[in-house]
């Protein structure tokens, strides 16, 4: 991961494997904020203009609104979100990652699987998310 932090922090990346894992770095914090129930470090991973798709719900435009939503998200049943990159873009400063997650409860049970596209921009030397989508996915996704 020292790798990864370099590249994220400079800014520059001589590989794609720097861009692999610099994007995993960036969801493992995300992840970290969530379990945390870290509101303000969650809201800090998305740009200010972020755009978020959710399911079944209208768009939530901006990073407060965003917080407001991870807000209402935390206090239900899922504990914890397992994000699994399957393949990463890079476009400049924008990178598109299309992925799979699993929602986990209390009692590490899973709740359920989603497909994810995530827009990262390369913000102040860090990547943050743009736009994110995500729906459910049968179970045998991984």
């Known amino acids: ?10 800014g520059r990346f ?3 494997n720097e861009i692999w894992d610099a994007i995993r770095a960036a969801n493992q914090r995300w992840m970290n904020a969530y379990e945390q129930r ?10 200010e203009d972020a755009q978020s798709f959710a399911p079944d719900r209208p768009p ?4 407060r609104a965003i917080r407001d939503f991870w807000a209402e998200t935390v206090q239900g049943p899922m ?3 397992e994000l699994h990159s ?7 400063t924008t990178a598109i990652e299309i992925g799979t997650s699993r929602q986990i409860g ?9 497909r ?3 827009v990262w921009k390369r913000q102040g030397g860090m990547w943050r998310i743009h736009r994110e989508i995500w729906n459910s996915a049968p179970s045998a996704v991984t």
């Open 1 to 10: 991961m020292a790798g990864a932090a370099s590249a994220l922090a400079s």
């Open 14 to 16: 001589n590989d794609v």
């Open 38 to 47: 870290d509101l303000d470090a969650l809201a800090a991973r998305y740009t």
């Open 60 to 63: 939530v435009v901006g990073r």
């Open 79 to 81: 504990k914890k979100l």
């Open 86 to 92: 399957v393949e990463i873009e890079l476009h400049d």
């Open 106 to 114: 209390a009692t590490d049970n899973e709740l359920g699987r989603f």
């Open 116 to 118: 994810y596209l995530v």
